[in-house]
């Protein structure tokens, strides 16, 4: 005899145990007579369908009906944990017994052997004797990127990032290097800018793209401290990662810009920060030159650095630029100005608080002279690049000294927020943000947390700026 597993209610064995036992081949059971298995001619009736029965539960009872003899249905499928009574099935003849259903097979409590569990749905787990339990193998937790059926991977088959200038794929779970971008690697694609298109070797130091570029990852800082001469710690920030252009925008970059002005437009909102609620980005009143000469003229000013000359001085950072011309570059170019708060962080070092954008440890303040072109009484700035041991934490040349930096904020003295995130200042005043200092200025004032700022339309021979980009494709966290 078949072994079958039912749930008791209360009082009397179920109809339903007995339905299933009788199906089974026991006509007497526990000294029960089967009132079925002889019936008269027009005694019980049709039986119901055979039903499936759900996990731990046994069919419903049979169905009362009309006709013939009672048949003994199928007996349901048992759901994970074992086989279960289904409930009566089809009538037999008006005359006969009807046949006796089958036995259920008993459910599979592990379906598959390996799967994703835990509340976050990221913990690795096995089938171990009918219960799921943690696959140390993998994890002893939460797995740090994903879970896919049951194993850590870094990624799913066939996506792609970039890993700084590195494009990367996703092969077997796991991320691997496709070609390291000459200039800029952005939603795993390698670009060249529009300003670096055409320029053939147009290369910065040590035989670069001028348009190199490379991801600051971001994080928390406190701005325009050092503590040192810049010791108030109250002003906390995060910055989401960005990608910031290794070197200055340099005049042969701008080459390419005056070469296709001014069939340039410039809408309302281009070249805005999604990420950034304070950003607007472009507004239409901004103010450009009208022609190319125009432009050229603007350009022109006392000590500048622009040459309309293709094997003329291209390598040196571009001067004469005021904000709006800057914006207006980095968002044709592909980008935007960085915000006060990203290029605080990134020439800091981020949480290391630099107090020249080269120093680790943060307190040292060694090979000034070595590794920034500042002190200078007049002339010119050098080329971008030319002082690599003063570059920066993610590898940015010449963010102290050289050309001061145009930002996107407003100046505001002390900071409009003692904490933000993502954030740069809105409220309106007479000048905006500039950073870094320039070939004139003093030690002090090419200090990482030194701030100085001017008029957004004057165009200077001690100003330049360089661009960043959003990183719109993150890796998984």
């Not at 002190?375 to 971008?384: A, K, Y």
């Amino acid at each position: 005899m078949l072994r079958l597993v039912a749930r008791h209610r209360t009082g009397a064995y179920p109809k339903l145990l007995l339905a299933a036992l009788i199906a089974a081949g026991c006509s007497n059971v526990l000294g029960i007579d089967d009132p079925t298995s002889n019936p008269p001619d027009g005694g019980a009736g049709t039986g119901g369908e055979a039903g499936e029965g759900p996990a731990a539960n046994g069919g419903t009872q049979p169905m009362a009906g009309s006709g013939g003899g009672t048949a003994g249905g199928n007996a349901g499928s048992g759901g994970n944990g074992g086989t279960l009574a289904g409930q009566s099935g089809m009538a037999g003849t008006p005359s006969g017994a009807g046949e006796g259903g089958e036995a259920g097979a008993a459910g599979d409590p592990c379906p598959v052997k390996a799967r994703c569990g835990g509340d976050s749905g990221k913990v690795p787990q096995l089938c171990d004797g009918g219960l799921w339990t943690t696959n140390t193998a993998e994890s002893t937790g939460d797995c740090p990127v994903l879970c896919i059926a049951g194993k850590c991977e870094d990624c799913t088959d066939g996506d792609v990032r970039c890993n700084d200038k590195e494009s990367q794929k996703c092969v077997g779970g796991a991320w691997q290097d496709q070609k390291n971008c000459a200039s800029v690697c952005l939603d795993g694609a390698c670009v060249t800018p529009p300003s670096c298109s055409g320029l053939g070797n147009h290369l910065c130091a040590n035989s670069t793209s001028c348009c190199e570029a490379h991801e600051v990852p971001g994080g928390a800082f406190i701005r325009s401290y050092d503590a040192g001469d810049y010791s108030d710690p109250t002003f906390t920030a995060t910055v989401s990662p960005f990608i910031m252009d290794r070197y200055e925008v340099t005049v042969g970059r701008m080459q390419s810009f005056v070469a296709a002005y001014p069939g340039l437009q410039f809408n309302a909102s281009d070249g805005k920060a999604a990420h950034i609620a304070e950003d607007s980005g472009w507004r239409a009143a901004y103010p450009l030159p009208l022609t190319a000469a125009a432009l050229k003229t603007q350009l022109s000013c006392p000590s500048t650095t622009w040459t309309e000359q293709l094997n003329g001085d291209i390598n040196l950072p571009i001067n004469c630029v005021n904000f709006y011309l800057a914006y207006a570059f980095c968002i044709w170019d592909g980008g935007r100005l960085p915000t006060e708060a990203e290029w605080n962080f990134a020439a800091a070092g981020g949480a290391q608080q630099r107090v020249y954008p080269w120093l680790a440890p943060p307190d040292t303040v060694a090979n000034v002279d070595a590794n920034a072109f500042f002190g200078q009484v007049d002339g010119l700035p050098i080329d971008v690049g030319a002082r690599p041991g003063g570059d920066g934490r993610w590898h940015q040349s010449d963010l102290a000294g050289n050309l001061a930096e145009w930002n996107l904020d407003f100046s505001a003295n002390p900071y409009t927020s003692t904490a933000c995130h993502d954030c740069m200042n809105t409220d309106s005043a007479p000048t905006r943000v500039l950073r870094g200092g320039a070939y004139t200025y003093d030690a002090d004032s090419i200090k990482v947390s030194a701030r100085d700022n001017q008029a957004p339309d004057q165009s200077f021979f001690l100003n330049g700026f360089r661009c960043v980009r959003d990183v719109s494709e993150m890796p998984p966290q």
